[in-house]
């Protein structure tokens, strides 16, 4: 599977952005997709992960903030962003973990279980 992540850009606070991830290959739903971020010296950390069977879960900092979705139709996962905060600035990137089996959450979290990373897209939040 390769991803294609998209629609990063400028927006002010408050304001809302709709992230994309693009997979061709495999279908979406035969594995787990994770977003994480990356601001400017900071490591990599996770946002948000729909599993195979379309749980999610979301990071503390963005929850209830942020949505992520499947779309099996058009085989993408979109991260739907609201309420942006000038802290959400960062390079966004898209992951699949292709594992068979169950994985944990605490696993799910982890950027070395996702073998397979978009090229990212950047968000950019003004105050």
């Known amino acids: 599977v390769q991803l294609q992540a998209s629609g990063g850009g400028l927006v002010q606070a408050g304001g809302s952005l709709r992230l994309s991830c693009a997979a061709s290959?495999?279908?979406?739903?035969?594995?787990?997709t994770g977003w994480f971020r990356q601001a400017p010296g900071k490591e990599r950390e996770f946002v948000a992960v729909?599993?195979?069977?379309?749980?999610?879960s979301y990071a503390d900092s963005v929850k209830g903030r942020f949505t992520i979705s499947r779309d099996n139709a058009k085989n993408t996962v979109d991260l739907l962003l609201n309420s942006l905060k000038p802290e959400d600035t960062a390079v966004y990137y898209c992951?699949?973990?292709?594992?068979?089996?169950?994985?944990?959450?605490?696993?799910?979290?982890?950027?070395?279980?996702?073998?397979?990373w978009g090229q990212g897209t950047q968000v950019t939040v003004s105050s």
């Open positions: 729909i599993r195979r069977n379309s749980a999610t």
């Open positions: 290959g495999r279908t979406g739903s035969s594995y787990n």
């Open positions: 992951a699949a973990d292709q594992f068979a089996g169950l994985r944990s959450w605490f696993q799910l979290l982890q950027p070395n279980t996702y073998g397979v």
